[in-house]
């Protein structure tokens, strides 16, 4: 059974930087399948994308982001984590890791989540 | 930049009734639209890919349609546990994008 699990600060400083870690298991993190990606949910708001990593450790950005985006694997320990700096009170969030899987011709999408860490700044 | 607009923004129904919700892109996206569910309190749970497959283990009321920029989700018959947010996804060029959501309350 695919499992993933953030861990993290829930309260994090303005202008500190936002640390999450997203530990997977049931699956091969190194699998040529799938990528690894962050998204976020404001307080009674929508989806937002962060950003997506692989396990050689390219990655793509959300554009409104990328200039305070880290985004690193750990394959040995099976696991992904996310910097975000710079944050202010936008960023408070439910932040959300999950997979991304890829079909043949196409993609099939996020098909498996974590259940979400609330990190608020202040 | 793909943008995806749903649409109603809510939608009030009963249990039995037909539930149709629109993801509408401002430019095609061919077929590659996902649609998931979220409840309140749980992460979004994948339910459409590539516009019409249904992911493992959702139940045939839900089903999708569409090609290029319009797209439907459509639930047959609503179950009390199908009340929730709706929200369609599309990736270009590692761009990834989620509509701004539709309800689906009482």
């Known amino acids: 059974q695919v499992q993933l699990q953030e861990s993290g600060p829930g309260l994090v400083k303005p202008s500190e930087t936002l640390s999450l870690t997203c530990a997977v298991s049931g699956a091969s993190i190194s699998s040529s399948d799938f990528y690894w990606g962050w998204i976020r949910q404001p307080p009674g708001k929508g989806l937002e994308w962060i950003g997506n990593i692989y396990y050689t450790g390219s990655t793509n950005y959300s554009p409104s982001l990328k200039s305070r985006i880290t985004m690193s694997v750990d394959t040995s320990k099976s696991q992904f984590s996310l910097n975000l700096s710079s944050v202010t009170a936008a960023d408070t969030a439910t932040y959300y890791c999950?997979?991304?899987?890829?079909?043949?011709?196409?993609?099939?999408?996020?098909?498996?989540w974590g259940q979400g860490r609330l990190v608020s700044v202040s | 930049e793909i943008v995806l607009t749903q649409s109603p923004a809510t939608l009030s129904l009963s249990p039995g009734e037909r539930a149709t919700l629109s993801c509408r892109a401002n430019?095609?996206?061919?077929?590659?639209l996902a649609w998931y569910q979220q409840k309140r309190g749980q992460p979004p749970r994948l339910l459409i890919s590539?516009?019409?497959n249904r992911a493992t283990g959702i139940p045939a009321r839900f089903s999708g349609s569409g090609f290029g920029t319009d797209f439907t989700l459509t639930i047959s018959s609503l179950e009390p546990e199908d009340f929730a947010v709706y929200y369609c996804q599309h990736r270009v060029d590692w761009r990834i994008t989620f509509g701004g959501g539709t309800k689906v309350e009482i």
């Open positions: 999950a997979r991304f899987r890829k079909a043949a011709a196409g993609d099939v999408g996020f098909d498996y």
């Open positions: 430019e095609s996206v061919k077929y590659y």
């Open positions: 590539e516009a019409s």
